[in-house]
């Protein structure tokens, strides 16, 4: 399997050499030169595997024997080490819970999956990387803890300065190591600005032996499709028939990840792209234009995102065609109040709690089912306690916390950053280890 620059400027390049770049050299994202399509004996027997099984079928494909079966069965046992169910919330409603894992959000899989790939490549190759990372909350906590002690890999994060939860900055600055965050005075489109301009740097590239784990990196991408797979399998085989998801998204990483499930076989009816008042995405499917604009502070805080990096990914799946993509996704775009509104009226009717994320995935389906039929699957991407206050004040009740996490007062370890790239290169150059 051969992966291909969005941009058609570069040469194809091997899966190892595509996570390791992270980004083409011509700033376009890579994408799998085929999308195979799983055999029916795989659907048949879904009810029967468990997630890593699932996971192992569904990865084997776009690996392609880089990573030897037997050890790619490993790094996906240990990657998807905990449950993703399916949890209903009312008739024909169901949230898909992301957030089990140690960092409580859906970007666990593909950070885990990412570090341990880059680990099995780098022990081959005898290799150091240094990781870049921007993030609007999650993937940073996601990354930190993916990586965090893994030998021979550096991991700098990008967060902007006072836009992510409490909760988050806490799991991506206490951790020190090899792991490094720089607390940004800009927005999440600052952030991942920053890192987009190392990449196009030859001498930061090659002597930094540059990667990327966000959602551009295929390693982080690709894994997420298994999630969709394990859902559907989950539902009342009465229910399979008419599958709706419903996706809260920012860079849109996990809704391109779900329409590749999709073209692999899955059978969904539609998706939607669920956002809040950053909206790029949600506009573009209702008038055409894709018009990326400064990002918006909200409280769906992972969502901010005024300029998603994966819309160039969902082009490229529908050929760049606006009529066949609004085929399959339909779009939303919803405020705080909303999203408020949603959390308590929720909750007081089903007993279930919705982070402000899932919130907005749920605003999106009720306001499909209006006019259409179906089962939902609300991606619920992270635990409501990352975002405890803004929860608590609408349930009035307390959120409580997961069993397998501890917070402590581990002193925070974050270097504050201008969005100068100048002074990031010399970072890069002088300061990292």
Not at 391 to 417: A, C, N, W
Request: with cysteine; charged share 20%; hydrophobic share 40%.
């Amino acid at each position: 399997m051969k992966y291909y620059s969005t941009n058609q400027q570069v040469e194809p390049v091997s899966f190892q050499e595509a996570i390791f770049l992270g980004l083409p050299a011509d700033n376009g994202l890579f994408m799998p030169e085929e999308i195979p399509s799983l055999p029916s004996s795989f659907f048949d027997s879904l009810d029967d595997l468990t997630l890593p099984e699932i996971g192992f079928e569904v990865l084997k494909p776009f690996i392609d024997g880089e990573i030897p079966d037997t050890d790619l069965k490993s790094i996906i046992e240990d990657t998807l080490a905990f449950e993703i169910p399916i949890n209903r919330i009312k008739d024909g409603v169901y949230a898909l819970e992301l957030f089990h894992g140690p960092t409580l959000a859906f970007k666990d899989v593909g950070a885990r999956f990412l570090a341990r790939s880059l680990s099995y490549f780098t022990r081959k190759k005898n290799q150091k990387l240094t990781v870049l990372v921007a993030t609007s909350g999650d993937t940073g906590s996601a990354v930190a803890n993916g990586f965090y002690n893994v030998p021979d890999i550096e991991v700098v994060i990008l967060y902007p300065s006072g836009k992510v939860s409490g909760f988050q900055e806490q799991q991506m600055t206490t951790l020190g190591g090899n792991i490094t965050a720089l607390e940004v005075d800009g927005t999440f489109d600052d952030c991942q600005h920053l890192v987009k301009q190392a990449f196009l740097d030859e001498e930061l590239r090659t002597s930094k032996n540059l990667t990327s784990a966000n959602s551009i990196n295929m390693a982080r991408l690709l894994p997420q499709s298994i999630y969709y797979f394990y859902a559907w399998a989950q539902l009342p085989e009465e229910e399979r028939k008419e599958v709706i998801f419903s996706v809260p998204s920012g860079n849109y990483g996990n809704l391109s990840a779900g329409l590749i499930a999709q073209r692999m076989g899955l059978p969904v009816k539609q998706f939607l792209a669920c956002s809040n008042v950053n909206d790029t995405v949600p506009l573009y499917l209702w008038n055409a234009r894709f018009e990326p604009k400064p990002s918006v502070a909200t409280i769906s805080n992972a969502m901010d995102v005024g300029n998603p990096s994966n819309f160039v990914r969902m082009l490229d799946l529908f050929a760049g065609s606006h009529q066949k993509m609004i085929h399959s996704i339909t779009g939303y775009s919803y405020t705080d109040e909303s999203t408020r509104d949603t959390i308590q009226k929720t909750y007081g009717l089903t007993g279930y709690i919705l982070d402000p994320h899932g919130a907005v995935g749920y605003l999106g389906l009720m306001d499909y089912y209006r006019n259409n039929q179906g089962t939902g699957i609300v991606l619920e991407t992270a635990h409501p306690i990352k975002f405890r206050n803004t929860v608590e004040d609408q349930i009035l009740r307390e959120v409580p916390m997961p069993g397998h996490v501890s917070l402590t007062d581990l002193e925070k370890k974050s270097i504050p950053f201008s969005i100068d790239f100048e002074d990031f290169r010399t970072f890069l150059l002088n300061e990292l280890a």
